[in-house]
């Protein structure tokens, strides 16, 4: 079956400790995101890539960093920057391109900084 | 930069209750526009989109938008609701000459009671 698979779905971290999510697809989709969930404030952009070895800054980058060397991993690193990491992280792939479909969830992975 | 809507964070609402979410959105060019929903403990799934056309859309599952380009607006709407729509819901939308960026709104959590 085609789909986003992340990982792990549950982390505890320390503070001062990097963490990496973990974010796959084989729905064979150029544009892969990251966005971070929180109560009352929805879902916000923290990157995005639209090709291999090509990403941009959502708008909540500070203390994040990706990678895309293959077209179907997108990995999200959360680093001891980021003033408060816990939240619920959500990846999602479409095809690139205007007039192009839904964008498709993974099941998400809950961090928790403790 | 675009930005996107949800004025309703909260709604509760009877089972056979009318719904209609709104969703306002500030760009005023060519915009996809798209509503998804999350039911309790499932990922995030599409449940309309607007691209062109018809501006009244209809969804899955008794759901319907309309595009008002007038008043940058596309509100959700359902006749009679159900027990099982209790979930929470994001309005989202792509300016399609702005590449692959989708903003969410910051969600309304619909609760319907039987």
């Known amino acids: 079956d085609g789909g986003i698979t992340q990982s792990p779905k549950y982390l505890f971290r320390k503070e001062g400790q990097n963490v990496t999510l973990s974010c796959e697809q084989n729905?064979?989709?150029?544009?892969m995101y990251w966005y971070r969930q929180d109560p009352g404030q929805g879902l916000r952009l923290i990157y995005y890539?639209?090709?291999?070895?090509?990403?941009q800054k959502g708008d909540i980058a500070e203390g994040y960093s990706v990678s895309r060397e293959k077209k179907e991993s997108f990995p999200l690193t959360v680093t001891s920057a980021q003033k408060n990491p816990t939240a619920f992280y959500l990846c999602?792939?479409?095809?690139?391109?205007?007039?192009?479909?839904?964008?498709?969830f993974g099941e998400g992975s809950r961090l928790t900084v403790l | 930069a675009q930005s996107v809507s949800q004025h309703n964070h909260h709604v509760i609402l009877s089972e056979a209750a009318s719904l209609e979410l709104g969703c306002n959105y500030s760009?005023?060019?060519?915009?996809?526009l798209f509503w998804y929903v999350q039911y309790p403990g499932q990922h995030l799934q599409l449940l309309l989109k607007?691209?062109?056309?018809?501006?009244l859309v209809k969804g899955i599952k008794g759901f319907e938008a309309e595009f008002i380009k007038s008043k940058f607006s596309f509100n959700l709407r359902k006749p009679s609701v159900q027990w099982s729509d209790t979930a929470e819901y994001f309005c989202a939308v792509i300016l399609n000459n702005a590449g692959n960026m989708l903003t969410f709104g910051g969600g309304t959590r619909l609760m319907v009671k039987p």
């Open positions: 729905l064979n989709h150029d544009a």
């Open positions: 999602a792939s479409r095809v690139a391109g205007a007039h192009t479909g839904e964008l498709f």
């Open positions: 760009y005023g060019g060519t915009v996809n």
């Open positions: 607007y691209f062109s056309g018809d501006p």
């Open positions: 890539s639209q090709i291999v070895n090509d990403f």
